[in-house]
Protein backbone atom coordinates (compact mmCIF):
# COMPACT_ATOMS: atom_id res chain seq x y z
CA UNK A 1 0.00 0.00 0.00
CA UNK A 2 1.28 3.78 -0.84
CA UNK A 3 1.62 6.78 0.75
CA UNK A 4 0.26 9.51 -1.49
CA UNK A 5 1.62 13.07 -0.25
CA UNK A 6 -0.55 15.40 1.60
CA UNK A 7 -1.37 16.91 -1.57
CA UNK A 8 -1.73 14.01 -3.70
CA UNK A 9 -4.20 12.78 -1.22
CA UNK A 10 -6.14 16.04 -1.23
CA UNK A 11 -5.81 16.12 -4.87
CA UNK A 12 -7.63 12.56 -5.27
CA UNK A 13 -10.06 13.27 -2.83
CA UNK A 14 -11.43 16.18 -4.26
CA UNK A 15 -11.82 14.40 -7.78
CA UNK A 16 -13.17 11.75 -6.14
CA UNK A 17 -15.59 14.13 -4.23
CA UNK A 18 -16.15 16.47 -7.54
CA UNK A 19 -17.08 13.45 -9.60
CA UNK A 20 -19.40 12.11 -6.70
CA UNK A 21 -21.00 15.58 -7.02
CA UNK A 22 -22.26 15.33 -10.60
CA UNK A 23 -19.54 16.72 -12.85
CA UNK A 24 -18.47 13.81 -15.72
CA UNK A 25 -15.77 15.33 -16.65
CA UNK A 26 -13.38 17.47 -15.00
CA UNK A 27 -9.57 18.57 -15.41
CA UNK A 28 -7.09 18.04 -12.64
CA UNK A 29 -4.47 20.12 -12.34
CA UNK A 30 -0.88 19.32 -11.35
CA UNK A 31 2.65 20.82 -11.61
CA UNK A 32 5.17 18.37 -13.87
CA UNK A 33 7.25 16.85 -10.79
CA UNK A 34 3.88 16.17 -8.72
CA UNK A 35 3.87 12.70 -9.47
CA UNK A 36 1.22 12.23 -11.79
CA UNK A 37 1.20 8.62 -12.18
CA UNK A 38 0.92 7.47 -8.57
CA UNK A 39 -2.44 9.71 -8.73
CA UNK A 40 -3.59 8.06 -11.90
CA UNK A 41 -3.41 4.51 -10.03
CA UNK A 42 -4.68 6.09 -6.45
CA UNK A 43 -7.81 7.50 -8.52
CA UNK A 44 -8.05 3.98 -10.59
CA UNK A 45 -8.16 2.12 -6.83
CA UNK A 46 -10.83 4.41 -5.40
CA UNK A 47 -13.04 3.99 -8.51
CA UNK A 48 -12.35 0.18 -9.06
CA UNK A 49 -13.00 -0.55 -5.61
CA UNK A 50 -16.18 1.61 -5.49
CA UNK A 51 -17.38 0.38 -8.81
CA UNK A 52 -17.77 -2.73 -11.00
CA UNK A 53 -16.19 -0.47 -14.22
CA UNK A 54 -13.17 -0.33 -15.90
CA UNK A 55 -10.39 2.67 -16.21
CA UNK A 56 -9.08 3.37 -19.36
CA UNK A 57 -5.41 5.58 -18.83
CA UNK A 58 -4.16 7.45 -22.02
CA UNK A 59 -0.45 8.56 -21.50
CA UNK A 60 1.49 10.24 -24.42
CA UNK A 61 5.03 8.11 -23.35
CA UNK A 62 6.12 5.18 -23.18
CA UNK A 63 8.11 6.17 -19.97
CA UNK A 64 4.35 6.78 -18.30
CA UNK A 65 2.72 3.78 -19.25
CA UNK A 66 5.42 1.33 -17.74
CA UNK A 67 5.64 3.73 -14.60
CA UNK A 68 1.48 3.97 -14.37
CA UNK A 69 1.63 0.11 -14.48
CA UNK A 70 4.14 -0.48 -12.14
CA UNK A 71 2.22 2.02 -9.87
CA UNK A 72 -1.29 0.14 -10.52
CA UNK A 73 0.30 -3.37 -9.41
CA UNK A 74 3.04 -2.82 -6.74
CA UNK A 75 0.62 -0.25 -4.85
CA UNK A 76 -2.71 -1.48 -4.98
CA UNK A 77 -2.34 -4.78 -6.89
CA UNK A 78 -4.60 -3.97 -9.59
CA UNK A 79 -3.74 -6.27 -13.14
CA UNK A 80 -3.34 -3.99 -16.09
CA UNK A 81 -2.83 -4.28 -19.79
CA UNK A 82 -0.52 -2.07 -21.84
CA UNK A 83 -2.40 -0.81 -25.04
CA UNK A 84 0.63 0.37 -27.74
CA UNK A 85 2.49 -0.27 -31.09
CA UNK A 86 1.58 -4.09 -32.07
CA UNK A 87 -1.15 -4.85 -29.14
CA UNK A 88 -3.53 -7.70 -30.49
CA UNK A 89 -5.20 -9.52 -27.86
CA UNK A 90 -7.10 -7.68 -25.10
CA UNK A 91 -7.59 -9.73 -21.84
CA UNK A 92 -11.16 -8.19 -19.74
CA UNK A 93 -9.09 -6.71 -16.78
CA UNK A 94 -9.81 -3.74 -14.23
CA UNK A 95 -7.61 -1.05 -15.98
CA UNK A 96 -5.99 -0.17 -19.09
CA UNK A 97 -2.80 1.77 -20.06
CA UNK A 98 -2.41 2.61 -23.23
CA UNK A 99 -0.46 5.12 -25.47
CA UNK A 100 -2.63 7.73 -27.42
CA UNK A 101 -2.08 6.88 -31.04
CA UNK A 102 -2.37 3.06 -30.83
CA UNK A 103 -5.42 3.26 -28.40
CA UNK A 104 -7.22 5.48 -30.93
CA UNK A 105 -7.16 2.13 -33.17
CA UNK A 106 -8.01 -0.02 -30.80
CA UNK A 107 -11.26 1.59 -29.02
CA UNK A 108 -13.26 -1.11 -30.59
CA UNK A 109 -12.04 -4.19 -28.91
CA UNK A 110 -12.33 -3.31 -25.62
CA UNK A 111 -14.65 -3.84 -23.13
CA UNK A 112 -17.25 -0.90 -21.54
CA UNK A 113 -14.53 1.63 -19.85
CA UNK A 114 -16.32 3.62 -16.82
CA UNK A 115 -13.59 6.07 -16.33
CA UNK A 116 -11.33 7.63 -18.42
CA UNK A 117 -8.12 9.34 -17.41
CA UNK A 118 -6.32 11.85 -20.12
CA UNK A 119 -2.76 12.59 -19.48
CA UNK A 120 -1.76 15.94 -20.89
CA UNK A 121 -5.14 16.69 -21.89
CA UNK A 122 -4.61 20.50 -22.68
CA UNK A 123 -3.73 19.04 -25.84
CA UNK A 124 -7.26 18.77 -26.39
CA UNK A 125 -6.88 16.15 -29.38
CA UNK A 126 -8.91 13.64 -27.99
CA UNK A 127 -12.11 14.04 -29.60
CA UNK A 128 -12.00 10.52 -30.75
CA UNK A 129 -11.86 8.97 -27.18
CA UNK A 130 -14.16 11.31 -25.93
CA UNK A 131 -17.05 10.29 -28.84
CA UNK A 132 -15.89 6.58 -27.86
CA UNK A 133 -17.18 6.41 -24.56
CA UNK A 134 -20.19 8.91 -24.17
CA UNK A 135 -21.01 7.28 -21.15
CA UNK A 136 -17.93 7.66 -19.31
CA UNK A 137 -16.38 9.94 -16.69
CA UNK A 138 -13.28 11.58 -17.67
CA UNK A 139 -10.47 13.06 -15.48
CA UNK A 140 -7.97 15.36 -17.87
CA UNK A 141 -4.57 16.09 -16.10
CA UNK A 142 -2.48 18.46 -17.22
CA UNK A 143 0.20 21.03 -15.66
CA UNK A 144 -1.44 23.98 -17.48
CA UNK A 145 -4.94 24.08 -17.65
CA UNK A 146 -5.05 25.79 -20.92
CA UNK A 147 -6.08 24.63 -24.52
CA UNK A 148 -3.41 24.46 -27.11
CA UNK A 149 -6.28 24.98 -29.84
CA UNK A 150 -7.18 28.26 -28.53
CA UNK A 151 -10.41 28.01 -30.66
CA UNK A 152 -11.28 25.39 -28.33
CA UNK A 153 -10.82 26.02 -24.56
CA UNK A 154 -11.03 23.18 -22.30
CA UNK A 155 -14.34 24.58 -20.33
CA UNK A 156 -15.84 23.29 -23.77
CA UNK A 157 -15.18 19.74 -22.62
CA UNK A 158 -14.94 19.53 -18.95
CA UNK A 159 -17.12 21.32 -16.61
CA UNK A 160 -15.05 21.40 -13.53
CA UNK A 161 -11.32 21.88 -12.54
CA UNK A 162 -9.83 20.55 -9.42
CA UNK A 163 -6.40 22.31 -8.35
CA UNK A 164 -3.10 20.69 -7.28
CA UNK A 165 0.02 22.16 -5.29
CA UNK A 166 1.32 25.14 -6.68
CA UNK A 167 5.12 24.92 -7.46
CA UNK A 168 6.13 27.02 -5.26
CA UNK A 169 4.78 24.50 -2.58
CA UNK A 170 6.53 21.67 -4.43
CA UNK A 171 9.92 23.45 -3.91
CA UNK A 172 9.33 23.54 -0.45
CA UNK A 173 8.75 20.26 0.11
CA UNK A 174 11.70 19.35 -1.89
CA UNK A 175 9.81 17.69 -4.87
CA UNK A 176 10.98 20.08 -7.50
CA UNK A 177 14.53 22.26 -7.17
CA UNK A 178 14.67 25.98 -6.64
CA UNK A 179 15.35 27.84 -9.34
CA UNK A 180 16.62 31.75 -10.21
CA UNK A 181 15.60 33.21 -13.36
CA UNK A 182 18.31 36.13 -15.00
CA UNK A 183 16.44 38.12 -17.85
CA UNK A 184 19.24 40.29 -19.38
CA UNK A 185 18.41 43.37 -21.07
CA UNK A 186 20.53 43.16 -23.76
CA UNK A 187 18.18 40.72 -26.23
CA UNK A 188 15.94 40.73 -28.97
CA UNK A 189 13.24 43.42 -28.19
CA UNK A 190 10.00 40.73 -27.98
CA UNK A 191 7.54 44.30 -28.45
CA UNK A 192 9.07 44.37 -31.96
CA UNK A 193 8.04 40.87 -33.19
CA UNK A 194 5.23 40.39 -35.39
CA UNK A 195 2.48 37.98 -33.97
CA UNK A 196 0.55 35.51 -36.20
CA UNK A 197 -2.48 33.52 -34.61
CA UNK A 198 -1.47 34.12 -31.30
CA UNK A 199 2.22 33.08 -31.13
CA UNK A 200 5.18 35.57 -32.24
CA UNK A 201 6.07 34.33 -36.21
CA UNK A 202 8.40 31.66 -35.81
CA UNK A 203 10.10 33.00 -39.19
CA UNK A 204 10.32 36.37 -38.74
CA UNK A 205 11.38 35.26 -34.82
CA UNK A 206 14.37 32.94 -36.39
CA UNK A 207 15.27 36.33 -38.50
CA UNK A 208 15.98 38.53 -35.81
CA UNK A 209 17.62 35.43 -33.43
CA UNK A 210 19.77 34.37 -36.45
CA UNK A 211 21.55 38.06 -36.28
CA UNK A 212 25.15 37.49 -35.28
CA UNK A 213 25.02 39.63 -32.28
CA UNK A 214 21.72 37.51 -30.66
CA UNK A 215 23.67 34.35 -31.52
CA UNK A 216 27.10 35.48 -30.08
CA UNK A 217 25.18 37.24 -27.74
CA UNK A 218 23.52 33.83 -26.33
CA UNK A 219 27.02 32.59 -25.63
CA UNK A 220 28.23 35.69 -23.83
CA UNK A 221 24.90 35.53 -21.34
CA UNK A 222 26.20 31.82 -21.07
CA UNK A 223 29.60 32.89 -20.10
CA UNK A 224 28.33 35.82 -17.99
CA UNK A 225 25.88 33.67 -16.34
CA UNK A 226 26.72 29.56 -16.65
CA UNK A 227 29.74 29.21 -14.32
CA UNK A 228 29.82 27.83 -10.44
CA UNK A 229 31.54 29.21 -8.04
CA UNK A 230 34.38 26.55 -8.46
CA UNK A 231 35.11 27.80 -12.33
CA UNK A 232 33.10 24.89 -13.59
CA UNK A 233 30.19 25.13 -16.01
CA UNK A 234 26.18 24.35 -15.88
CA UNK A 235 25.04 21.68 -17.62
CA UNK A 236 22.39 23.37 -20.11
CA UNK A 237 19.62 22.73 -22.30
CA UNK A 238 19.14 25.71 -25.05
CA UNK A 239 15.77 26.27 -26.50
CA UNK A 240 15.92 28.02 -29.80
CA UNK A 241 13.77 29.40 -32.25
CA UNK A 242 13.81 26.58 -35.02
CA UNK A 243 16.69 23.79 -36.08
CA UNK A 244 18.22 26.10 -38.65
CA UNK A 245 18.85 28.93 -35.11
CA UNK A 246 19.87 25.79 -33.08
CA UNK A 247 22.36 24.69 -34.96
CA UNK A 248 23.81 28.52 -35.84
CA UNK A 249 23.63 28.53 -31.64
CA UNK A 250 25.28 25.20 -31.34
CA UNK A 251 27.99 25.91 -33.84
CA UNK A 252 28.86 29.54 -31.78
CA UNK A 253 29.42 27.72 -28.78
CA UNK A 254 31.62 25.06 -30.17
CA UNK A 255 33.23 27.99 -31.55
CA UNK A 256 33.34 29.72 -28.12
CA UNK A 257 35.08 26.19 -26.71
CA UNK A 258 32.09 24.74 -25.07
CA UNK A 259 30.92 21.21 -25.44
CA UNK A 260 27.74 21.73 -27.40
CA UNK A 261 25.48 19.14 -29.19
CA UNK A 262 22.32 19.74 -31.52
CA UNK A 263 19.47 17.56 -31.34
CA UNK A 264 16.31 17.77 -33.93
CA UNK A 265 13.26 15.06 -35.08
CA UNK A 266 15.10 14.58 -37.75
CA UNK A 267 17.66 12.35 -36.01
CA UNK A 268 17.42 8.19 -35.97
CA UNK A 269 16.60 6.79 -32.84
CA UNK A 270 20.14 5.35 -32.49
CA UNK A 271 21.80 8.85 -33.12
CA UNK A 272 19.25 10.37 -30.30
CA UNK A 273 19.81 8.30 -27.76
CA UNK A 274 23.89 8.68 -28.37
CA UNK A 275 23.43 12.57 -27.76
CA UNK A 276 21.06 12.03 -25.07
CA UNK A 277 23.71 9.69 -23.38
CA UNK A 278 26.80 11.92 -23.58
CA UNK A 279 24.23 14.85 -22.72
CA UNK A 280 23.46 12.64 -19.65
CA UNK A 281 27.60 12.08 -18.94
CA UNK A 282 29.43 15.15 -19.73
CA UNK A 283 29.62 17.87 -16.89
CA UNK A 284 28.74 21.21 -18.23
CA UNK A 285 27.42 19.55 -21.58
CA UNK A 286 25.09 22.49 -23.97
CA UNK A 287 22.54 20.45 -25.78
CA UNK A 288 20.38 23.00 -28.71
CA UNK A 289 17.18 21.98 -29.41
CA UNK A 290 14.19 24.01 -31.03
CA UNK A 291 11.02 22.62 -29.39
CA UNK A 292 11.36 18.52 -29.07
CA UNK A 293 12.81 18.19 -25.32
CA UNK A 294 9.87 19.53 -24.10
CA UNK A 295 7.03 17.45 -22.24
CA UNK A 296 8.75 14.28 -21.02
CA UNK A 297 11.88 14.85 -21.21
CA UNK A 298 13.79 14.41 -17.65
CA UNK A 299 17.10 14.65 -17.48
CA UNK A 300 18.04 15.58 -13.37
CA UNK A 301 21.69 16.38 -14.28
CA UNK A 302 20.58 19.72 -15.72
CA UNK A 303 21.59 22.90 -13.73
CA UNK A 304 21.08 25.66 -16.88
CA UNK A 305 17.83 26.18 -19.15
CA UNK A 306 18.47 28.77 -21.69
CA UNK A 307 15.14 30.34 -23.41
CA UNK A 308 16.48 31.75 -26.67
CA UNK A 309 13.13 32.84 -27.60
CA UNK A 310 10.06 34.96 -27.29
CA UNK A 311 6.53 32.53 -26.76
CA UNK A 312 3.45 33.98 -25.74
CA UNK A 313 2.46 30.66 -24.31
CA UNK A 314 3.09 30.34 -20.97
CA UNK A 315 2.51 26.43 -21.66
CA UNK A 316 5.94 26.35 -23.45
CA UNK A 317 7.47 29.17 -21.12
CA UNK A 318 6.50 26.71 -18.38
CA UNK A 319 7.53 23.29 -20.09
CA UNK A 320 10.43 24.49 -20.81
CA UNK A 321 12.31 26.16 -17.79
CA UNK A 322 10.50 23.34 -15.70
CA UNK A 323 13.00 20.66 -17.38
CA UNK A 324 15.83 21.82 -14.89
CA UNK A 325 13.43 21.25 -11.88
CA UNK A 326 13.85 17.57 -11.22
CA UNK A 327 15.84 18.03 -7.75
CA UNK A 328 19.32 15.24 -7.48
CA UNK A 329 21.05 15.10 -4.02
CA UNK A 330 24.33 17.58 -5.70
CA UNK A 331 21.58 20.20 -7.20
CA UNK A 332 20.42 22.99 -4.49
CA UNK A 333 19.16 24.96 -7.53
CA UNK A 334 19.05 25.65 -11.21
CA UNK A 335 19.33 28.87 -13.22
CA UNK A 336 16.96 29.57 -15.78
CA UNK A 337 18.20 32.28 -18.57
CA UNK A 338 15.33 33.69 -20.18
CA UNK A 339 16.77 35.56 -23.15
CA UNK A 340 13.24 36.61 -24.92
CA UNK A 341 11.41 38.79 -22.40
CA UNK A 342 9.26 35.74 -21.13
CA UNK A 343 9.79 36.14 -17.18
CA UNK A 344 8.07 39.62 -16.88
CA UNK A 345 5.67 38.38 -19.54
CA UNK A 346 4.34 35.16 -18.06
CA UNK A 347 5.53 35.46 -14.36
CA UNK A 348 8.47 33.42 -13.04
CA UNK A 349 8.60 29.33 -13.35
CA UNK A 350 7.93 29.32 -9.42
CA UNK A 351 5.04 31.91 -9.72
CA UNK A 352 1.47 31.28 -8.00
CA UNK A 353 -0.86 31.01 -10.27
CA UNK A 354 -4.64 31.21 -10.36
CA UNK A 355 -5.47 27.82 -12.83
CA UNK A 356 -8.92 27.92 -11.98
CA UNK A 357 -9.76 31.23 -13.09
CA UNK A 358 -7.47 30.47 -16.05
CA UNK A 359 -9.67 27.56 -16.59
CA UNK A 360 -13.02 28.94 -16.04
CA UNK A 361 -12.29 32.29 -18.27
CA UNK A 362 -10.00 31.53 -20.93
CA UNK A 363 -11.16 34.27 -23.19
CA UNK A 364 -9.22 36.61 -21.27
CA UNK A 365 -5.97 35.08 -20.39
CA UNK A 366 -3.56 38.45 -20.22
CA UNK A 367 -1.19 36.48 -18.97
CA UNK A 368 1.36 38.81 -16.98
CA UNK A 369 -1.70 40.16 -14.87
CA UNK A 370 -2.34 36.47 -13.32
CA UNK A 371 0.67 36.36 -11.73
CA UNK A 372 2.51 38.28 -9.50
CA UNK A 373 4.13 40.87 -11.12
CA UNK A 374 8.08 40.55 -11.12
CA UNK A 375 10.70 42.55 -12.61
CA UNK A 376 14.75 42.16 -13.27
CA UNK A 377 17.78 43.33 -10.60
CA UNK A 378 19.17 46.47 -13.04
CA UNK A 379 22.20 45.25 -11.24
CA UNK A 380 22.40 41.44 -11.82
CA UNK A 381 19.30 41.11 -14.11
CA UNK A 382 17.56 38.14 -12.10
CA UNK A 383 14.25 38.16 -11.96
CA UNK A 384 12.51 39.48 -8.33
CA UNK A 385 8.72 39.80 -7.01
CA UNK A 386 7.98 43.74 -8.12
CA UNK A 387 7.44 44.65 -4.49
CA UNK A 388 10.95 43.92 -3.36
CA UNK A 389 13.17 46.76 -2.47
CA UNK A 390 16.53 45.06 -2.14
CA UNK A 391 17.81 42.11 -5.01
CA UNK A 392 18.10 39.10 -2.71
CA UNK A 393 20.95 37.87 -5.03
CA UNK A 394 23.42 40.69 -5.70
CA UNK A 395 22.31 42.94 -2.54
CA UNK A 396 21.81 46.01 -5.03
CA UNK A 397 19.04 48.67 -3.15
CA UNK A 398 16.39 49.85 -4.96
CA UNK A 399 15.90 53.54 -4.57
CA UNK A 400 12.82 54.15 -2.17
CA UNK A 401 9.49 54.22 -3.58
CA UNK A 402 8.86 58.42 -2.72
CA UNK A 403 12.06 58.61 -4.71
CA UNK A 404 11.60 56.37 -7.35
CA UNK A 405 8.23 58.48 -8.05
CA UNK A 406 9.74 61.54 -7.54
CA UNK A 407 12.06 60.16 -10.44
CA UNK A 408 8.85 59.02 -12.74
CA UNK A 409 7.19 62.20 -12.17
CA UNK A 410 10.65 63.94 -13.61
CA UNK A 411 11.28 61.67 -16.51
CA UNK A 412 7.36 60.44 -17.41
CA UNK A 413 8.09 57.25 -17.95
CA UNK A 414 5.32 55.90 -16.00
CA UNK A 415 2.70 56.36 -17.99
CA UNK A 416 2.99 53.47 -20.11
CA UNK A 417 4.11 51.50 -17.35
CA UNK A 418 2.58 47.90 -17.22
CA UNK A 419 0.53 48.60 -20.73
CA UNK A 420 1.84 45.86 -22.88
CA UNK A 421 0.25 45.87 -26.38
CA UNK A 422 0.74 42.12 -26.79
CA UNK A 423 -1.17 41.44 -23.70
CA UNK A 424 -3.98 43.87 -24.59
CA UNK A 425 -4.37 42.67 -28.03
CA UNK A 426 -4.73 39.02 -26.68
CA UNK A 427 -6.91 40.26 -24.28
CA UNK A 428 -9.05 42.59 -27.13
CA UNK A 429 -9.04 39.50 -29.52
CA UNK A 430 -13.05 39.36 -29.52
CA UNK A 431 -13.58 42.93 -30.42
CA UNK A 432 -13.23 45.10 -33.31
CA UNK A 433 -9.70 45.77 -34.45
CA UNK A 434 -8.97 49.04 -33.74
CA UNK A 435 -10.15 49.04 -29.78
CA UNK A 436 -6.86 48.26 -28.71
CA UNK A 437 -5.21 51.10 -30.84
CA UNK A 438 -7.88 53.93 -28.63
CA UNK A 439 -7.90 51.66 -25.72
CA UNK A 440 -4.24 52.50 -25.34
CA UNK A 441 -4.63 56.18 -25.14
CA UNK A 442 -7.47 55.40 -22.21
CA UNK A 443 -4.48 53.70 -20.51
CA UNK A 444 -2.65 56.38 -21.06
CA UNK A 445 -4.65 58.89 -20.37
CA UNK A 446 -5.26 56.88 -16.92
CA UNK A 447 -1.91 56.16 -15.64
CA UNK A 448 -1.11 60.14 -16.10
CA UNK A 449 -4.19 61.42 -13.79
CA UNK A 450 -2.98 58.27 -11.29
CA UNK A 451 0.40 60.16 -11.12
CA UNK A 452 -0.17 63.42 -11.11
CA UNK A 453 -3.94 64.47 -10.12
CA UNK A 454 -6.71 66.19 -11.79
CA UNK A 455 -5.12 69.58 -11.44
CA UNK A 456 -1.17 68.67 -12.59
CA UNK A 457 -1.66 68.20 -16.32
CA UNK A 458 0.10 70.95 -18.75
CA UNK A 459 1.08 71.10 -22.36
CA UNK A 460 4.67 70.08 -21.74
CA UNK A 461 3.26 66.70 -20.34
CA UNK A 462 0.61 66.33 -22.98
CA UNK A 463 3.05 66.09 -25.59
CA UNK A 464 5.48 64.03 -23.65
CA UNK A 465 1.92 61.35 -22.90
CA UNK A 466 1.12 61.49 -27.11
CA UNK A 467 4.77 61.05 -27.90
CA UNK A 468 4.58 57.94 -25.54
CA UNK A 469 0.88 57.00 -27.27
CA UNK A 470 2.68 57.47 -30.21
CA UNK A 471 5.07 55.01 -29.40
CA UNK A 472 2.65 52.09 -28.51
CA UNK A 473 0.35 53.28 -31.70
CA UNK A 474 3.20 52.31 -33.90
CA UNK A 475 4.14 48.87 -31.98
CA UNK A 476 -0.06 48.05 -32.35
CA UNK A 477 -0.13 49.08 -36.51
CA UNK A 478 3.12 46.67 -36.88
CA UNK A 479 1.69 43.62 -35.24
CA UNK A 480 -1.68 44.73 -37.28
CA UNK A 481 0.14 44.73 -40.85
CA UNK A 482 -1.02 48.49 -40.91
CA UNK A 483 1.52 51.51 -41.84
CA UNK A 484 2.24 54.18 -39.59
CA UNK A 485 0.43 57.01 -41.16
CA UNK A 486 -0.91 60.73 -40.14
CA UNK A 487 -4.26 59.06 -40.37
CA UNK A 488 -3.05 57.08 -37.09
CA UNK A 489 -1.28 59.49 -35.94
CA UNK A 490 -4.34 62.08 -35.68
CA UNK A 491 -6.66 59.23 -34.19
CA UNK A 492 -3.89 58.89 -31.33
CA UNK A 493 -3.87 62.62 -30.95
CA UNK A 494 -8.00 63.16 -30.97
CA UNK A 495 -8.22 59.49 -28.38
CA UNK A 496 -5.96 61.05 -26.16
CA UNK A 497 -6.89 64.71 -26.04
CA UNK A 498 -10.25 63.58 -25.66
CA UNK A 499 -9.60 61.04 -22.78
CA UNK A 500 -7.50 64.07 -21.30
CA UNK A 501 -9.69 66.23 -21.35
CA UNK A 502 -12.31 64.32 -19.65
CA UNK A 503 -10.30 63.48 -16.91
CA UNK A 504 -8.37 66.92 -16.22
CA UNK A 505 -8.71 70.27 -15.76
CA UNK A 506 -6.95 70.62 -19.05
CA UNK A 507 -8.53 72.08 -22.25
CA UNK A 508 -6.84 71.64 -25.43
CA UNK A 509 -4.93 74.95 -26.87
CA UNK A 510 -7.43 75.42 -29.89
CA UNK A 511 -10.38 75.19 -27.58
CA UNK A 512 -9.20 77.93 -25.11
CA UNK A 513 -11.30 80.79 -24.40
CA UNK A 514 -8.99 83.51 -25.92
CA UNK A 515 -6.95 85.28 -23.42
CA UNK A 516 -6.82 89.40 -24.04
CA UNK A 517 -3.51 90.56 -24.43
CA UNK A 518 -1.58 91.89 -21.44
CA UNK A 519 -1.97 95.13 -20.60
CA UNK A 520 1.19 97.51 -20.29
CA UNK A 521 -0.20 98.87 -16.97
CA UNK A 522 -2.00 97.63 -14.23
CA UNK A 523 -5.69 98.98 -14.41
CA UNK A 524 -7.86 100.24 -11.72
CA UNK A 525 -9.73 97.24 -9.92
CA UNK A 526 -13.20 97.40 -10.68
CA UNK A 527 -15.57 98.38 -8.08
CA UNK A 528 -18.09 95.63 -8.89
CA UNK A 529 -18.55 91.78 -7.64
CA UNK A 530 -16.99 89.24 -9.84
CA UNK A 531 -19.02 87.28 -12.14
CA UNK A 532 -19.67 83.66 -11.07
CA UNK A 533 -16.45 81.64 -11.12
CA UNK A 534 -15.38 80.57 -14.56
CA UNK A 535 -18.71 79.45 -15.59
CA UNK A 536 -18.39 80.52 -19.43
CA UNK A 537 -15.20 77.97 -19.97
CA UNK A 538 -16.91 75.48 -17.53
CA UNK A 539 -20.03 75.22 -20.30
CA UNK A 540 -17.74 75.16 -23.20
CA UNK A 541 -15.76 72.75 -21.15
CA UNK A 542 -18.51 70.28 -21.24
CA UNK A 543 -19.71 71.12 -24.40
CA UNK A 544 -16.48 69.97 -26.19
CA UNK A 545 -15.97 66.92 -24.29
CA UNK A 546 -19.54 65.85 -25.26
CA UNK A 547 -18.77 66.34 -28.47
CA UNK A 548 -15.33 65.25 -28.37
CA UNK A 549 -16.94 61.93 -26.57
CA UNK A 550 -19.62 60.94 -29.05
CA UNK A 551 -17.19 61.50 -32.28
CA UNK A 552 -14.95 59.23 -30.42
CA UNK A 553 -17.69 56.75 -29.85
CA UNK A 554 -18.40 57.10 -33.66
CA UNK A 555 -15.39 56.26 -34.63
CA UNK A 556 -14.17 53.54 -32.81
CA UNK A 557 -17.59 51.89 -34.02
ZN1 LIG B 1 20.46 41.71 -8.23
Given amino acids: ?317 LQETGRGSRPTEFKSMFKILDLGGNAITHGDWNADRDWRNLFHNPKKPRERDQVAPCKSCPHCDAIIPAGVRKCPYCGYDYPSAEEELEKDLGEFVIVTRGINVEALMAENANRKKYYTFYNLGRRIAAQLLKQIGKKGLTDERTEFALQEYYKLAQEWCKKNGKAWNRWHGEQARETLYAELMERFEWVRPEMRPHEPEPLPFKPPEPRRLPPPPEEKPRQQFELFTNTLQTLQKISSL
Fill in 1 to 317: MLELRTYQEQLVNEASETLASGHRKIICQLPTGGGKTVCFAAITDRYTRKSAGRVFILVHRIELLKQARRSLDKFFQIPSHAIKAGTRWIPDVPAYVGMVESANRRIAKLPPIGLVIIDEAHLNTFSKIHAAFPDAMFIGFTATPISANKKKPLKELYSEIVMGPQISQLIKEGALCQNITISPREVVNRAELAIKNGEFDMEGMARTYKQTKFVKGAVEAYKKHGQHPDGSWMKTLVFNVNVDHSKMVTQAFIDAGFPAAHLDGTETPYRRSEVLRWFSETPGAILNNCAILTAGFDEPSIEMIVVNHATMSITKW
